[in-house]
């Protein structure tokens, strides 16, 4: 992990089209502002995660109902 210290108003830049600027410093809390292309998602970890759980249940889910309907009925197997 690269750890970096940055004042207000400082910024990183990323792979040349995301940038990261501190906006402000309150106490313990600082407020970032990211710039990033529209087709780059930018989450939150805590909504990344959610939507990754989500994701992970809806396939979990596909990957059943396409199990069960491979399953014969008892009529099949007679």
Do not use: F
């Amino acid at each position: 992990m690269l750890v970096l210290s940055r004042k207000k108003n400082e910024s990183i830049v990323i792979n040349d089209d995301i940038t990261i600027m501190v906006v402000e410093i309150r106490g313990d809390k600082v407020r970032l502002g990211v710039e990033a292309p529209k087709k780059v998602p930018v989450h939150r970890n805590e909504v990344y995660e959610a939507i990754r759980r989500n994701q992970e249940q809806a396939a979990k889910s596909s990957t059943e109902a396409a199990e069960a309907d491979d399953t014969p009925s008892p009529e099949e197997e007679a």
